[in-house]
């Protein structure tokens, strides 16, 4: 079955970097389709960070444009989202979502995402 497993993140302070990386599982091959990356602050709702469609093209939220990155890895399967410049305001739980498309949709919407990992918590003070 589809999984996707996320690993990275942790505690910086505010300036310093932090990777995420998500894993598919072998019936799932991220590079095929719409992948995203969401993230989900105390008391706030789910927000879109980045996404990416098969053909590679990317969309990233105005608050982390210039600041974060985002690479497919067909060897490994995985998806990896490097954050560099961070700020306190983007602690939250990092999400790795996927969707049954190749192409993503704009706006982002996380209801449209069937496939999510289990999160990995970011934390900038």
């Known amino acids: 079955h589809v999984q996707l497993v996320e690993s990275g993140g942790g505690s910086v302070q505010a300036g310093g970097s932090l990777s995420v990386s998500c894993a598919g599982s072998?019936?799932?091959?991220?590079?095929?389709?719409?992948m995203g990356w969401f993230r989900q602050a105390p008391g706030q709702e789910r927000e879109a960070v980045v996404t990416?469609?098969?053909?590679?093209?990317?969309d990233f939220a105005d608050s982390v444009k210039g600041r974060f990155t985002i690479s497919v890895h067909t060897d490994k399967n995985t998806l990896d989202l490097h954050m560099y410049d961070l700020k306190p305001e983007d602690t939250g739980v990092y999400y790795c979502?996927?969707?049954?498309?190749?192409?993503?949709?704009?706006?982002?919407?996380?209801?449209?995402?069937?496939?999510w990992g289990q999160g990995a918590q970011v934390t900038v003070s």
């Open positions: 979502a996927g969707r049954g498309n190749s192409w993503c949709a704009n706006p982002p919407l996380s209801k449209t995402f069937g496939f």
């Open positions: 072998d019936v799932f091959t991220l590079s095929r389709y719409c």
């Open positions: 990416i469609s098969s053909n590679g093209r990317t």
